[in-house]
């Protein structure tokens, strides 16, 4: 199925080729994440596994789980509520990783069917012996475009055998453990992550291109941030396909093509006879593309985000203002230089090259580790193909991904990629209840237990059993952690007030300062209270 996008599109189009189908050496690169078999030990280690293109993988994270194949459904093609199988995991035990074998019915609706009965996530064993393709999502399916959208569990295919082996043991009676692991799936060679995203201006292709128009809008913001931080270099791309050499003359290529049938895009509609024409859709991409190099001269390269959105709103087919005159408005009400982006897109009737679109045609064709671009939309974040859905929070993961532990920036600890783990057992992390204070911070990473600052006071320890307020200030917070006690009406406290964060009994009391300090014999309180330089000064605080 993963292939299938392509020849969809060949279909579609009838004359129109993608240029690089012709360059034989096309190549669709698999994006893969690592699967780790922890027990048992006969099928310990690691393989591989494609990451499926809907869903949410946890990019920079990793997840354990328990392998379970259904004793029916085996498929999953049918709802696992038919059958009573439930995949909910008790509390405190491991979520479950659903096994499914592929074949008769979409990768998706196995993924959708999995998550309804309470997967956490879906492993699909190939049928057939062969290397690891993409599980794309369907499309001008209309039954699934219920369901698609709203896949939030990430899915892998691994390969027959393993596939196999996974089912013997299972079988067998072992439990089978495994961790998915995203880590390594963005590779980050700089403290900068590079982006695109191959997009269409077309808004009405259905469900993908209001699942597109969509992400623009909501990313926009996030996009923005980054990019005016110099954290991120971004560069929109559009797909052109090219009409044979023979066909240029003919109806079709004459209505979806430009420069002669050199550019061209599918009818919107699939109808020649009504609506908007392929090369309306070419030419608006044109459009976009020299608003992001005229922007990105006068080094605003995010004001494309703005020009796309806007014109999203301002400029839709269906109110049919999708031209240019509604364009040049959107143009100059960004301020952006009209004659500037007139002269990048060139004459459409010229019979000879748009340089600018052939630097599209060529950009598709993969390069290094990244392959051909053929599934639209599509996002590369390093020159890595992005795998799952397209949306802010999973795509603000693989980008944060891209940054190397401690260098990406604070939008990547925010709210939208927050994993929440912390809430669940305190994610396993040091806590002081009383106190309200906890080692546990939720990250795009998943959680990680570090002591943590409050009111300026450092805590220091290994952040899951232990962490002591240490340096100055810290006998305000919970005393330190050390023995207090009021006797007549003064409070003596073992907690010094300094650098060390250690407790020790004031002068005139024995003991190891934490649980207790005893008076030694003899000494009045009295005196005690005038030697002491451990009278705590803030006996409210
Ligand atoms: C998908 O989610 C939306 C919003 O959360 C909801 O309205 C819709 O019914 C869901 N679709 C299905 C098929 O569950
Ligand atoms: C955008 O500008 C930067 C330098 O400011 C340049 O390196 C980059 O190649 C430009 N991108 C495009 C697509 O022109
Ligand atoms: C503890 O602190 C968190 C935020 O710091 C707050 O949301 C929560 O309500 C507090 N809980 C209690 C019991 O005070």
Same mark, same amino acid.
């Given at each position: ?6 020849? =969809? ?71 696992? #509520? ?9 509390? $405190? ?10 074949? #008769? ?20 064993? +190939? ?90 809008? #909501? ?10 931080? $110099? ?22 290529? =004459? ?11 599918? +009818? ?9 024409? $392929? ?60 004659? =500037?982006?007139?002269? @990048? ?26 392959? #051909? ?26 980008? @944060? ?47 990680? @237990? ?92």
């Amino acid at each position: 199925m993963g292939f299938s996008t392509r020849l =969809k599109v060949a279909n579609l189009l009838g004359f129109l080729v993608l240029i690089f189908t012709e360059l034989v050496s096309g190549r669709f690169v698999v994006e893969k994440n690592s699967l780790r078999v922890t027990s048992p030990d006969s099928i310990k280690g690691t393989h591989d596994s494609a990451i499926g293109n809907f869903g949410i993988p946890q990019y920079g994270g990793s997840m354990a789980g328990t392998v379970v194949y259904p004793k029916d459904n085996k498929k999953g093609c049918k709802s696992f #509520d038919d059958f009573g199988i439930s995949f909910k995991a008790k509390p $405190g035990a491991m979520p479950n990783f659903v096994l499914v074998d592929r074949g #008769d019915c979409f990768f998706a609706l196995k993924v959708w069917n999995a998550q309804n009965a309470g997967a956490a996530a879906v492993l699909v064993a +190939d049928d057939i012996a062969e290397a690891l393709i993409t599980m794309d999502s369907p499309e001008e399916d209309h039954a699934s475009e219920k369901y698609i959208a709203n896949i939030t569990i990430p899915s892998a295919l691994v390969d027959k055998s393993f596939g196999e082996q996974l089912k013997k043991a299972i079988s067998g009676g072992d439990m089978v453990n495994v961790n998915l692991d995203w880590r390594e799936a963005v590779p980050h060679p700089d403290d900068r992550v590079e982006y695109e995203l191959w997009t269409n201006s077309n808004d009405e292709c259905g469900v993908k291109c209001d699942m597109l128009m969509e992400f623009v809008k #909501d990313f926009k913001g996030a996009a923005q941030i980054l990019e005016k931080g $110099g954290y991120t270099q971004f560069t929109p791309h559009y797909i052109t396909w090219y009409c044979p050499q023979a066909f240029t003359i003919s109806k079709q290529c =004459k209505s979806q093509c430009i420069n002669h049938g050199r550019y061209c895009a599918p +009818d919107p509609e699939q109808d020649f006879s009504i609506g908007y024409e $392929g090369k309306d859709v070419v030419l608006e991409n044109l459009r976009q593309l020299c608003v992001f190099k005229v922007a990105n001269e006068t080094k605003k390269p995010w004001v494309w985000w703005d020009y796309v959105t806007d014109f999203q709103i301002r400029c839709p087919m269906k109110e049919k203002k999708y031209n240019k005159e509604c364009a040049d408005n959107v143009i100059r009400s960004l301020g952006l230089d009209l004659k =500037k982006i007139e002269k @990048c897109m060139g004459d459409p009737e010229a019979d000879s090259d748009n340089p600018v679109l052939k630097e599209e045609q060529d950009a598709q064709v993969g390069k290094g580790s990244r392959g #051909d671009v053929t599934i639209l939309p599509t996002l590369v974040v390093n020159n890595r193909q992005y795998r799952g859905k397209l949306e802010k929070g999973a795509v603000l993961k693989a980008l @944060c991904a891209g940054f190397e532990e401690t260098t990406e920036p604070s939008v990547c600890l925010s709210g939208d990629v927050e994993t929440n783990e912390c809430l669940d057992n305190n994610g396993g992390c040091w806590i002081d209840k009383t106190a309200n204070i906890t080692a546990c911070k939720d990250t795009f990473r998943g959680r990680v @237990c570090e002591c943590p600052v409050v009111n300026g006071v450092q805590f220091k320890g290994d952040g899951y059993t232990s962490c002591v307020a240490s340096g100055p200030g810290r006998c305000k917070i919970s005393n330190g952690g050390c023995w207090h006690e009021n006797r007549n009406g003064i409070t003596f406290t073992a907690c010094v007030d300094d650098d060390v964060g250690k407790c020790k009994c004031p002068p005139g009391f024995k003991g190891d300062g934490v649980k207790s300090c005893d008076v030694c014999n003899a000494t009045p309180l009295s005196d005690l209270a005038l030697n002491s330089l451990y009278i705590q000064s803030f006996m409210s605080g």
